[in-house]
C-alpha cells in the first residue's frame, strides 16, 4: 500500500505555514526503495516519534517535522547500505562481541548487568532491541574500517600541530573543573523566546535532579557538546566566562547550578569534580590526540564513501517522502540528523524517553 498525502497538508509542507497538528498522518506504506530493498513508513516513524512528539509540543511547524523525518529516512537508507556491506563482506557481529560490549558500556556507568537492563527496559526498549542496535552500531564500526581505515595515516607534526593548537597557551597553575552544561537557546538559532527556553531549561533541570541521566536530557534539550551528552569534560577556571564562573564557584561536586539567563538562552551547568591544575604535556595526550585526528579523518573518509555508495545505489524515496527530501535540499538539514546518522550507541547509556 503507498503512502497519500493530502494536498492541503502538502502545501503544509512546502510553505512551512502554521504549526503541525495532530491530524497530519502519514498511512503506512513505501517510504523508500534502497536497491532490491524497501523502507516502509512506519520504520521511519518509529525512529522519529519520539523527537517529533517533543517538536508537536513546543509548536513545531510542519516544514520543521518534515525535516526531522526526511533526516529519519536518510538514516534508515544509510542503515540498509550498511547491512547490504555486512552480508556481502560477512562482518556480521556475534553475540559474544555483542555481550562483551554491552559489559564495557555497563562499567563506564558503573552498573550491572542487571541494572542496565532494567534501565533499558524502564525506558520503553526491549532488551532484544537494545541488543540488535548494539549488534548495528558493531557492524557499521567493521565496515568503516573495513573499507576506509587502512587508507587512513596520522603523522607526527599533525598531532604535535593538534597538541600546540590545544595547549601552547596552557597557564602554569590554577585550578581545572569537569562541567556538564545544558544550553536552551532562543532567538533565530532556537525559534523559542528567552522566557520559553528558560521554561524548557528549567524543565530539563527538574528531570535530572529526579534522577534522569543528564546525557539523555541534554541530547533533547540542549545544543551543547551534543557528541558527549553535554559533556564540556576538563578546563581551567581562568578558561570560563565570568558568568559561569560565579555559578560554578559554590558548587560541591555531583551539584546542579541554578538556570542562567542570557541573550541568547538559558542555560545550567553540573559540577562533576573540581581539582588542581598541572600543564599537560605532549607525552600524556600523544596517543589520545592520534586517536582523535585518526577519527576525524575516518568519519570523513567514510562520509565520501557513503556519498559514492548512494550514487551507485538505486535510491528512490516516495510520496511525502520525496517532496521532504526536495524541501530539505532547499534548506538543509536538521539538527537531529547528526543523533541518527553516523551516531554511536557504544559510548553512552541507553536511551531515554521523549521529554513531557
Known amino acids: 500500500m503507498r503512502s497519500t498525502l493530502a494536498a492541503p497538508l502538502a502545501l503544509a509542507l512546502l510553505t512551512g505555514l502554521g504549526p503541525a497538528t495532530a491530524e497530519e498522518i502519514l498511512v503506512d506504506g513505501i517510504a523508500a526503495q534502497v536497491g532490491a530493498d524497501i523502507v516502509l513508513i512506519s520504520e521511519v516513524m518509529e525512529l ?75 525506558q520503553q526498549m526491549e532488551w532484544a532491541e537494545y541488543r540488535k542496535q548494539i549488534q548495528s552500531e558493531l557492524e557499521r564500526r567493521k565496515v568503516i574500517n573495513a573499507v576506509v581505515g587502512s587508507k587512513i595515516t596520522v603523522e607526527d607534526d599533525e598531532v604535535e600541530a593538534l597538541y600546540r593548537e590545544r595547549h601552547a597557551d596552557q597557564p602554569e597553575t590554577g585550578t581545572e573543573v569537569h562541567l556538564l552544561q545544558i544550553l536552551v537557546p532562543a532567538g533565530a538559532e532556537g525559534g523559542l523566546s528567552v522566557a520559553e527556553a528558560c521554561q524548557l531549561t528549567h524543565k530539563a533541570r527538574k528531570r535530572i535532579a529526579n534522577g534522569e541521566p543528564f546525557s539523555d536530557v541534554a541530547s533533547r534539550y540542549s545544543v551543547v557538546a551534543l557528541q558527549t551528552g553535554g559533556d564540556l569534560g576538563w578546563v581551567h577556571i581562568d578558561s570560563v566566562a565570568g558568568w559561569m564562573v560565579d555559578m560554578i564557584e559554590p558548587l560541591e561536586p555531583g551539584q546542579l547550578s541554578a538556570v542562567h539567563e542570557l541573550p541568547i538562552g538559558c542555560t545550567f551547568v553540573q559540577l562533576v569534580e573540581r581539582k588542581q591544575w598541572r600543564p599537560v604535556s605532549m607525552e600524556e595526550v600523544n596517543a589520545k590526540l592520534q586517536q582523535q585526528i585518526y577519527e576525524r579523518k575516518l568519519m570523513e573518509e567514510y562520509r565520501d564513501w557513503m556519498e559514492q555508495l548512494r550514487k551507485r545505489t538505486f535510491i528512490e524515496r516516495r510520496g511525502y517522502f520525496a517532496e521532504a527530501a526536495r524541501f530539505r535540499k532547499q534548506h538543509g538539514t536538521s539538527d537531529f540528523e547528526a543523533g541518527l546518522s553516523g551516531h554511536s550507541v557504544l559510548g553512552g547509556a541507553p536511551g531515554a524517553e521523549a521529554p513531557q
Open 48 to 122: 522519529v516519534g519520539a523527537r517529533e512528539q517533543m517538536m508537536r509540543s513546543e509548536g513545531a511547524s510542519a516544514a520543521d517535522i518534515a525535516l526531522v523525518r526526511s533526516d529519519a529516512l536518510e538514516a534508515v537508507i544509510e542503515s540498509r547500505l550498511i547491512e547490504r556491506m555486512v552480508q556481502d563482506a560477512d562482518l556480521g557481529a556475534t553475540d559474544a562481541e555483542v555481550d562483551a560490549t554491552i559489559e564495557a558500556i555497563a562499567r563506564e556507568n558503573n552498573l550491572s548487568i542487571t541494572e542496565m537492563q532494567r534501565s533499558v527496559t524502564s
